[in-house]
């Protein structure tokens, strides 16, 4: 089932305007990376205008501090990172909190991993940057515990020459989430690969809205994204891949599987894909399916009741984007989160 | 154990089997031969309780509960195994995985604490050497890839992991080749105890060589319409199902 556009950019902000109170007291949003609370940054880049900059040059831009956000250098080190933030105000639980991350290798580390993890009671607006520098590989997933009500994430990634980004998101609990992500392949060779995996249930909405950009040649890029609906739940995804002209020996694929799970529940999906240059391979692919009768009578012929093997083939069709998560204990953990099982026991046997 | 009487079921609104009658005690084994849409698949799919199919009249009473009132995993728990003629693939599920829901849902509708992660291993490195299963089939997702002789050590795997009071066998010997045959039909054989029944649904008198039955039931147009002992397949095999089909046809 595929209908009509996602329920637009504006749908959710206007819920937001109309739900909140926007406070005019400093963020008390907590970003914390690997233990200790991260430098306030003041510095943001800007690349709104990208386009018709020099490509692989970079413009950072002083912003001024805004009232109500918390502004992070996350700077990351050789390895394994971890990144927290909270936003947790029990006196205004519907004051909304914003948070601006700029994310980038450290000048020492050529690979590093940052494990983000939101857990945000109050409403959270997230803008991150992220910086795949020069020569740098970057692997970042984004995971929203189950205490999040409703998260806005804005992610922009500027891939640089030589750059190597993994960019993986997880919405699973029951809340609002609209996810929009843009990268920029401003360098020449650089990769970047997308993924997202989120559920919507009981009257939730999960929407996904992703821009790249191939602005110069030799680049590659892939995205999936899976989601599932039941209950009420609206997941959506529109993808947008633009390939400018000079940008040829593009390698581009975008993958969107949604499967629903009752009537009620709903789901969008709107592939693009605009291209100007001559010489590129690009591929898009968008389905809306049903859990599957056959392995759902399979598995309760053996004993395991339904409601369980439906999460079991709920898990099976999402662990397809956690399977190519850089971090196999970071997949074990989401996997586990979605069938609520350990995956512990699956050693050779 | 399994007291069918006057069992009908349609599918789509046709109707399939029209009066089924049939009494399986345990230690028992019975074979249900017939042409082809005959029903015989029906009846495991009916038993087992596969939605797809609409029971309109008739009953099924297993270990003196009513069987067609229970839902398939219900079923399952209380000891029905039915080895489906196609094994369905479950990618992304792993058979790991698979295989402790199955084990731990029969346990919980016991009553049981679930096994733990060693016992459970242990269980599985116990099972599988039954049916002679390869290790890496086991660490890979049900039945993704899996050859047609694979699919079908499979079921009898899981059989075995399951202990089931009656096991009914789809066509097992379907696509199988000789050695896969021999494995599939010694693991039913050790498997078999008094206290289990047998139902081997089959065209051929060749899988009846290793599972010898006690009854042999020809299932014609949704009934049975012959029930005889093992000789009756021999004589199957040398005359075909053409003197049934003139003898009770409609």
Same mark, same amino acid.
């Given at each position: 089932?595929?209908?009509?556009?996602?329920?637009?950019?504006?749908?959710?902000?206007?819920?937001?305007?109309?739900?909140?109170?926007? +406070?005019?007291?400093?963020?008390?949003?907590?970003?914390?990376?690997?233990?200790?609370?991260? @430098?306030?940054?003041?510095?943001?880049?800007?690349?709104?205008?990208?386009?018709?900059?020099?490509? $692989?040059?970079?413009?950072?831009?002083?912003?001024?501090?805004?009232?109500?956000?918390?502004?992070?250098?996350? @700077?990351?080190? @050789?390895?394994?990172?971890?990144?927290?933030?909270?936003?947790?105000?029990?006196?205004?639980?519907?004051?909304?909190?914003?948070?601006?991350?700029?994310?980038?290798?450290?000048?020492?580390?050529?690979?590093? @991993?940052?494990?983000?993890?939101?857990?945000?009671?109050?409403?959270?607006?997230?803008? +991150?940057?992220?910086?795949?520098?020069?020569?740098?590989? +970057?692997?970042?997933?984004?995971? *929203?515990?189950?205490?999040?009500?409703?998260?806005?994430?804005? &992610?922009?990634?500027?891939?640089?020459?030589?750059?190597?980004? +993994?960019?993986?998101?997880?919405?699973?609990?029951?809340?609002?989430?609209?996810?929009?992500?843009?990268?920029?392949?401003?360098?020449?060779?650089?990769?970047?690969?997308?993924?997202?995996?989120?559920?919507?249930?009981?009257?939730?909405?999960?929407?996904?809205? &992703? &821009?790249?950009?191939?602005?110069?040649?030799?680049?590659?890029?892939?995205?999936?994204?899976?989601?599932?609906?039941? $209950?009420?739940?609206?997941?959506?995804?529109?993808?947008?891949?633009?390939?400018?002209?000079?940008? *040829?020996?593009?390698?581009?694929?975008?993958?969107?599987?949604?499967?629903?799970?009752?009537?009620?529940?709903?789901?969008?999906?709107?592939?693009?894909?605009?291209?100007?240059?001559?010489?590129?391979?690009?591929?898009?692919?968008?389905?809306?399916? *049903?859990?599957?009768?056959?392995?759902?009578?399979?598995?309760?012929?053996?004993?395991?009741?339904?409601?369980?093997?439906?999460?079991?083939? &709920?898990a099976a069709f999402l662990s397809e984007v956690a399977d190519k998560f850089p971090m196999r204990d970071v997949r074990d953990e989401v996997l586990s989160l979605i069938t609520g099982m350990d995956n512990d026991i699956n050693e050779e046997v | 154990m399994l007291h069918i009487e006057n069992l009908h079921a349609s599918v789509d609104g046709k109707e399939i089997l029209r009066g089924i009658n049939l009494d399986i005690k345990a230690g028992e084994t019975h074979a249900i031969m017939g042409p082809n849409g005959s029903g015989k698949s029906t009846l495991s799919a009916v038993l087992a309780g596969n939605p797809a199919y609409t029971v309109t009249s008739g009953t099924a009473v297993f270990n003196g509960k009513d069987l067609l009132s229970m839902k398939p995993e219900d079923r399952a728990n209380e000891g029905l195994f039915l080895s489906f003629q196609y094994p369905v693939e479950i990618p992304g599920v792993s058979m790991t995985n698979f295989l402790k829901a199955a084990v731990n849902g029969k346990r919980k509708y016991r009553g049981e604490e679930p096994l733990s992660a060693s016992d459970f291993l242990k269980l599985m490195r116990e099972k599988k050497k039954i049916v002679e299963i390869d290790s890496n089939l086991t660490n890979r997702a049900v039945n993704e890839g899996f050859s047609g002789g694979e699919k079908k050590k499979n079921e009898i795997f899981q059989m075995a992991m399951l202990e089931p009071c009656i096991r009914i066998l789809d066509e097992t010997d379907s696509g199988l080749d000789i050695d896969a045959l021999r494995i599939v039909a010694n693991g039913v054989t050790k498997l078999k105890s008094k206290d289990n029944a047998t139902v081997v649904i089959t065209h051929y008198q060749r899988l009846l060589d290793y599972i010898v039955p006690d009854y042999i039931h020809i299932l014609y147009h949704g009934r049975i319409v012959m029930t005889g002992d093992k000789k009756l397949a021999l004589e199957l095999e040398e005359r075909g199902y053409d003197w049934i089909k003139e003898q009770f046809k409609d």
């Open positions: 089932m595929t209908e009509g556009a996602p329920r637009g950019e504006y749908y959710l902000y206007f819920d937001l305007a109309k739900a909140l109170s926007v +406070t005019t007291e400093a963020s008390t949003a907590k970003v914390v990376l690997n233990g200790s609370a991260c @430098e306030q940054s003041a510095v943001s880049p800007d690349f709104t205008d990208i386009d018709n900059r020099p490509a $692989d040059t970079l413009f950072l831009q002083k912003l001024a501090a805004s009232a109500v956000a918390t502004y992070a250098d996350v @700077e990351l080190r @050789e390895g394994r990172n971890e990144l927290s933030i909270s936003a947790d105000e029990a006196d205004s639980p519907s004051s909304l909190h914003v948070a601006r991350l700029f994310i980038h290798n450290s000048a020492t580390a050529s690979h590093s @991993e940052l494990v983000v993890r939101i857990n945000a009671r109050n409403p959270l607006l997230l803008e +991150t940057v992220i910086l795949a520098d020069i020569d740098k590989k +970057t692997d970042v997933i984004m995971i *929203q515990a189950d205490k999040s009500s409703l998260l806005l994430t804005t &992610t922009n990634v500027v891939s640089r020459r030589n750059s190597r980004l +993994t960019f993986n998101l997880v919405n699973l609990s029951p809340s609002c989430n609209r996810n929009e992500v843009t990268a920029s392949l401003v360098g020449e060779n650089a990769s970047v690969s997308l993924g997202g995996l989120y559920s919507a249930v009981k009257d939730c909405k999960v929407d996904n809205v &992703t &821009t790249v950009r191939h602005l110069v040649p030799n680049c590659e890029s892939q995205q999936l994204f899976k989601g599932i609906a039941d $209950d009420n739940g609206n997941i959506s995804f529109s993808g947008l891949i633009v390939v400018k002209p000079n940008a *040829q020996k593009t390698t581009a694929s975008q993958t969107n599987r949604h499967c629903i799970s009752d009537k009620s529940a709903k789901a969008y999906s709107k592939p693009q894909l605009e291209i100007y240059a001559d010489d590129v391979k690009c591929s898009h692919g968008a389905t809306t399916g *049903q859990i599957d009768e056959s392995q759902l009578f399979y598995m309760q012929q053996r004993g395991i009741d339904e409601s369980e093997a439906r999460k079991l083939l &709920t | -």
